[in-house]
């Protein structure tokens, strides 16, 4: 069978069904996923204690499947021919975004396979931080609405939004509803952060889950948005924020190239990281419009273009 076809069934298969797919312009190229977790370690430490008590803030268990030392976490990436991921960075609070920020421009100098990021939080000094780092070349910046309680349409950030869309730095959002709805998550009001900033190259974590019909139609309306994947269309997502059943379909009549990346949440995730490229593979092999060409740009072209790489 082909990679379309051959269901990938543990972490085992990744790196060979990766391989088959003859990614990239050279045809030996690995995987682009622009939404991964790298923290400082106390903070990072601080992650997962919350998921450890998953059943009190979500309602449901959320083990870690790479609770691993970073030098481990690295080494699993590689394994599955990851040849370029964004260690995605947050605040909770403010005066916290811009000393991340410094971490994860240092942290990916060091890592070749890492490309520079970082964050932001409605401040005084947005602007400041995110300005130096465009300066050092950062190639993708995450916002995160639920975890840092903020409206995404306060007056503090709108000239942080303007500055990134004037310098064509993408934006990974997550902004929709689940796991569980913030004070200020939906995809309207993102939307609204749009409508005043269209050349904004934003994308919507988690394909806006659980709001997929509202993120579809934000991407239809504006061409500078993107969905990433990340856990999508898993085990454990559609337990709780089940795709609709024409999905594929409906990612094949979205308008324009590239529409859709690879995200995958490592590696904050209950489970392997198999189970999102099986997702994807599935919604490829289900819609004759989509097919190995969709594989190929979700898992390597999209986001490489996205990241600049290209």
């Known amino acids: 069978m082909t990679a379309l076809q051959t269901p990938l ?11 088959s797919l003859g990614l990239g312009p050279d045809g030996r190229s690995g995987l682009v996923d622009v939404h991964v977790h790298f923290l400082p370690e106390r903070m990072l430490r601080k992650v997962w204690a919350y ?4 059943v009190a803030n979500y309602g449901y268990e959320w083990p870690i499947h790479y609770k691993l030392p970073e030098d481990e976490r690295l080494a699993r990436l590689r394994s599955f021919g990851v ?26 100098a060091e890592v070749p396979e890492a490309v520079p990021t970082a964050t ?3 401040e005084e000094s947005v602007t400041t931080y995110l300005g130096e780092a465009v300066e050092r070349g950062v190639r993708l910046v995450k916002a995160h609405v639920q975890v840092g309680g903020y409206d995404p349409r306060d007056p503090l950030l709108d000239p942080a939004w303007g500055l990134l869309a004037e310098a064509g730095v993408p934006v990974v959002a997550h902004c929709g509803d689940g796991p569980i709805p913030g004070k200020h998550t ?24 659980p709001e997929y019909d509202e993120a579809l139609r934000l991407v239809e309306r504006h061409p500078a948005v993107r969905l990433d994947t990340t856990m999508v269309g898993t085990p454990f997502t559609q337990g ?22 690879l995200g995958t949440d490592f590696p904050n995730i209950p489970y392997g990281y198999f189970h999102q490229l099986e997702a994807i593979r599935s919604w ?20 490489a273009d996205l990241l600049g790489l290209v």
């Open 9 to 19: 069934t543990s972490d085992d298969d990744v790196a060979g069904w990766v391989r």
């Open 51 to 54: 998921f450890d008590d998953a």
């Open 83 to 108: 040849d370029t991921f964004a260690p995605l960075v947050y605040p909770h609070k403010p005066d916290m975004a811009e000393w991340l920020t410094g971490w994860a421009l240092d942290w990916a």
């Open 120 to 122: 932001l939080f409605p």
């Open 186 to 209: 939906g995809i309207g009001i993102i939307g609204e952060v749009m409508d005043r900033h269209p050349r904004l190259r934003l994308v919507l974590a988690h394909a806006g889950l």
């Open 240 to 261: 709780f924020a089940p795709l609709p059943d024409d999905w594929p379909a409906r990612l094949a009549d979205l308008t324009g190239e590239g529409r859709v990346v």
């Open 284 to 303: 490829a092999a289900a819609d004759d419009r989509l097919g190995k060409g969709f594989l190929r740009s979700v898992l390597h072209d999209a986001p």
